[in-house]
């Protein structure tokens, strides 16, 4: 079993910056099978849930990315293997960003970001709010 615990939320000011943490835990063989493909995605109240960015390591050793449009430029996903970490760097925050940011993984290599349905693992989130 895989599980994802998130962290870094908080409450900051139109223009603040926040780093979130996803840290993958599991058996090595479920870990590595299991998130060959991790997004990040959000829920604002009332709303449905989006995926923001999403990250795999081709067979290159290359690592290729996705970003929702509302996003590109401002926001940066990373993945450190070593430490079964993804990571999402949000600059230049906005109220319209202000959610519950979840992890989610998935064994399948997803054709851009992907729909939450094509996600297998999900952690218990964390918030986010940005005020003007």
């Known amino acids: 079993q895989v599980q994802l615990v998130e962290s870094g939320g908080g409450s900051v000011q139109t223009g603040g910056s926040l780093r979130l943490s996803c840290v993958v835990s599991?058996?090595?063989?479920?870990?590595?099978?299991?998130?060959?493909?991790m997004g990040w995605f959000r829920q604002a109240p009332g709303k449905e849930r989006e995926g923001v960015a999403s990250?795999?390591?081709?067979?290159?050793?290359?690592?290729?990315?996705y970003y929702v449009d509302s996003v590109k430029g401002r926001f940066t996903i990373t993945l450190d293997n070593a430490k079964n970490t993804v990571y999402l760097q949000m600059n230049s925050l906005k109220p319209e960003d202000t959610g519950m940011y979840y992890c989610?993984?998935?064994?399948?290599?997803?054709?851009?970001?992907?729909?939450?349905?094509?996600?297998?693992?999900w952690g218990q989130g964390t918030q986010v709010i940005v005020s003007s």
């Open positions: 989610a993984a998935t064994p399948n290599r997803l054709a851009g970001l992907g729909t939450r349905y094509d996600y297998h693992y």
């Open positions: 599991g058996s090595t063989y479920s870990t590595t099978y299991s998130t060959k493909f």
């Open positions: 990250i795999w390591l081709g067979s290159s050793a290359t690592y290729y990315t």
